[in-house]
């Protein structure tokens, strides 16, 4: 009821108030005293309750419940998110004039691309292709959007368009969307969807390891080409043949592709094998010097760790020559752990003037220069280190004795550069409210995606000062905000990071530092292999844990509860420095990578390595990087919190890895 007298006085207010303005002030205190009352009638507890309830109706297709509950929440700042249900739930049966102005009026919400989605998908189930293509003017986002897009241009006449479509979304080494099925017939039809269309589409899955969809592929061949898909196959499943293929076939594109691919797998599979066969390989299909360098270092990136001799020096005879960056790194690595300075400074030259010039390889020159003239010889190459926010900078204060200088920066919350996204920004509060985290983090990518550079730094403050914790250090990785140190890292759910800090025996700077590097402080966080919550705990690591902890566990869900996670997070990470001698290092490369690797590591630099050295030899980028980032971010923690800044113990500095 009153909703729509609010609605009735802003109409007559704008029909009436033109020029006169007495009547402007009369209507809007009659605005104001309806909405009061609106408030009065309907407290925020209330709508967040009737919200619920309204959710829950349409849910259970308890329409007319839905329909007066909604009716009553015109005012609160989730209401959009009912309008998208009611919408969505009749979407089929929407004009293009209704829908332009759903989209128009909530142009801000995060679900618009949904609604977009739907809406093709809607016009394609009734065939309606000049509908959808009025509708839709460019090529959509989404493969099965794309699908409907160019199968309704080939209904409209438009047939090189949905040809060149069909082709694009049919050369996959994967399955493509059942809603291309039609629109491969078209292509079929046409007779473009020939025999080579095919093959090229095989040696794609060949090189996905689609197998599956090889065969399904190869039986759709004929005449020659039939043979030529048997051979695919038949190379996928005996790669060791292929030098045999590439002296005995006619030099192709196709044969030349094949050969490589076959090649490859055969190196994944018997790299020894490789390499007795790389020259007749190379020689039978006539690659170019620039091909057979790249199909060298496939292979040698296969011999880093090789103990055969004769395989060490045809890795590096090759590595010698490469501009492949990273596994030049990779064999600077494999000095770096046998502790040869002498061919850690060749494959360090043998970097691009670009990638030395990077403070990483700054840093390594400074120690060649150290290990072999001595410390005063390498003063001046540490000391222009100093001042950077970065792992190596720190590491060369720690060979000077310096000072660590951590650059910062701050910025003050400018509440009116905020003002235009009030609407999204009090969606996300409810959201948070309600604990649908998951959505508000989707309102706040959708504004930070929408929002200046300066529009972030404010998005930025205005989270921390709301205690966002977790988009407040979105917003400044997406304004790319490196020196606002009090932003990138909150102080999250401290009472709790502070209780298991003293139950644990634990530094509160390591365990924010942990945290935010594992999941920056999102309660909800799930990994790709299964990992959740603050400190990114497996559940069968959870699982273990608690029994030793002696605490009930109940199951994967709980992970996303603060208190539960950081609780057997702190206690798992103690497990581990009991289990390393406190030390930090090799605890956070067992806490990212498990404690087998971390041993297997220290086994392999068998004593020769420092610690610095011992970080850069962990062969696992990931582990590697987290390893440097933790113990960077406890430095950071440190400073936020008015402590002294401390980079390595002096037992992590003493020993030998």
Same mark, same amino acid.
């Given at each position: 009821?009153?909703p729509?007298?609010?609605?009735i ?5 704008k029909?009436?108030a033109?020029?006169?303005r007495r009547?402007?002030?009369v ?8 909405q009061?009352?609106?408030?009065f009638?309907?407290? +925020?507890?209330?709508?967040r ?5 309204a ?5 259970r ?7 007066k ?15 998208y ?5 009749s ?5 293009k ?5 759903f989209?128009?009026t ?5 679900? +618009?691309?949904t ?6 998908d809607a016009?394609?189930?009734?065939r309606?292709?000049k509908?959808l ?6 090529? $959509?986002?989404?493969e ?15 047939k090189?368009?949905?040809h060149?479509?069909a082709k ?7 399955s ?10 078209v292509?079929e ?5 020939n ?8 040696l ?6 689609n197998?599956?969809?090889?065969r ?5 061949l ?48 018997n790299?020894s094998?490789?390499v ?12 170019d010097?620039?091909?057979r360098q790249e199909?060298?270092d496939y292979v ?20 010698s020559?490469?501009a492949?960056?990273?596994l030049?790194?990779?064999?600077f ?11 850690m400074a060749?494959?360090?030259s ?5 990638e030395q010039d ?16 001595g410390?005063?010889?390498a ?5 222009a ?10 590491a060369?204060?720690m060979?000077?004795?310096a000072?660590?200088d951590i650059?910062?920066q701050?910025t003050?919350?400018? +509440?009116?550069?905020v003002?235009p996204?009030? $609407?999204?920004?009090?969606?996300v ?13 989707r309102?706040?990518?959708?504004l ?24 407040s ?9 490196w020196g606002?140190?009090e932003?990138?890292? $909150?102080i ?5 990071f502070?209780?298991f800090?003293?139950e644990?025996?634990?530094p509160?700077t ?7 590097q ?7 966080a799930v990994s ?10 497996? $559940?069968?690591t ?6 030793k ?7 994967k869900?709980t992970?996303?509860d603060?208190?539960?996670n ?6 798992y990470?103690?497990?581990?420095l ?9 605890a956070?490369?067992?806490y990212?990578?498990?404690p ?7 086994k392999?630099?068998d004593?020769?390595?420092?610690? +610095? ?5 962990i062969p ?14 406890d430095i950071y ?8 800044l401390e980079?390595?113990h002096d037992s ?6």
């Open positions: 009821m009153l729509k007298e609010n609605s006085i802003t109409k007559a207010c029909k009436s033109v020029g006169m009547i402007v002030s209507c809007f205190a009659a605005l104001v005293s309806v009061a009352s609106s408030s009638a309907l407290s +925020i507890d209330d709508q309750s009737k919200y619920e309830e959710v829950s109706a349409i849910k297709n308890d329409i007319n419940t839905f329909k509950l909604k009716g009553q929440l015109e005012d609160y700042p989730l209401y959009p998110y009912l309008e249900r009611d919408f969505t739930r979407l089929s049966r929407a004009n004039n209704e829908l332009d102005t989209l128009t909530y142009s801000d919400l995060p679900f +618009i691309g609604v977009r989605g739907r809406y093709i016009l394609a189930s009734k309606q292709w509908s293509l009025a509708f839709q003017t460019e090529v $959509p986002r989404g099965r959007y794309q699908c409907h897009y160019y199968y309704a241009h080939s209904q409209a006449g438009d090189a368009l949905a060149s479509g694009s979304l049919y050369l996959s080494g994967s493509v969307d059942s809603a291309c099925d039609k629109l491969f017939k292509l039809k046409s007779g473009k969807l025999n080579a269309l095919i093959l090229d589409r095989m794609l899955a060949f090189d996905k390891r197998r599956s969809l090889m399904y592929l190869q039986k759709q004929t005449g020659e080409a039939a043979k030529q898909g048997k051979q695919i196959i038949a190379l996928y499943d005996n790669p060791r043949d292929v030098a045999a293929f590439s002296k005995k076939s006619k030099v192709t594109s196709l044969n030349q592709r094949l050969t490589r691919s076959a090649f490859e797998r055969l190196a994944r599979t790299v094998e490789a007795k066969q790389f020259k007749r390989t190379t020689e039978g299909q006539h690659y010097e620039f091909e199909m060298a040698a990136s296969r011999l880093m760790s090789t103990d055969k001799e004769s395989l060490q020096k045809w890795r590096d005879s090759w590595l020559k490469t492949n960056q990273s030049l790194e990779r064999r690595r494999v000095a770096l752990v046998e502790d040869d300075w002498k061919d060749y494959w360090l043998n970097l691009s003037e670009k990077k403070l990483k390889w700054r840093y390594w020159q400074a120690r060649i220069t150290q290990e072999r003239d410390d005063e010889a003063k001046e190459q540490f000391t280190l100093l001042g950077e926010r970065n792992f190596y900078s720190v060369a204060a060979h000077l004795g000072p660590i650059p910062y701050t003050s919350l400018n +509440i009116e550069t003002q996204f009030r $609407p999204a920004l009090e969606r509060r409810e959201l948070l409210v309600l604990d649908k985290v998951t959505a508000a983090k309102e706040w990518q959708h930070l995606a929408h929002a200046n550079q300066e529009e972030k730094a404010m998005l930025a403050a205005f989270a921390a000062d709301s205690k966002w914790y977790h988009l250090v979105q917003a400044t990785i997406s304004g790319k905000m606002h140190l932003y990138r890292f $909150p999250a759910h401290r009472w709790w502070e209780f800090s003293k644990r025996g634990l509160l390591t365990l924010l530092a942990l945290s935010r594992e999941s920056a402080f999102y309660t909800n790709p292999v299964g990992a959740r919550g603050l400190m990114q705990l497996m $559940p069968a959870a699982k273990e844990t608690s029994k902890l002696g605490f009930r566990y109940l199951g869900n992970l996303s603060p208190g539960i950081i609780r057997l997070g702190s206690g990470l103690r497990m581990l009991d289990q390393f001698d406190e030390n930090r290092i090799l956070f490369a067992a990212n990578a498990g087998h690797r971390a041993n297997t590591w220290l392999a630099s004593g020769n390595l420092d610690a +610095i050295a011992f970080i850069e030899a696992f980028r990931e582990t590697r990087g987290y390893v440097q980032n933790v113990l960077m971010y923690y440190r400073k936020l919190l008015g402590m002294p980079f390595l992590e500095m003493q020993r030998r890895y």
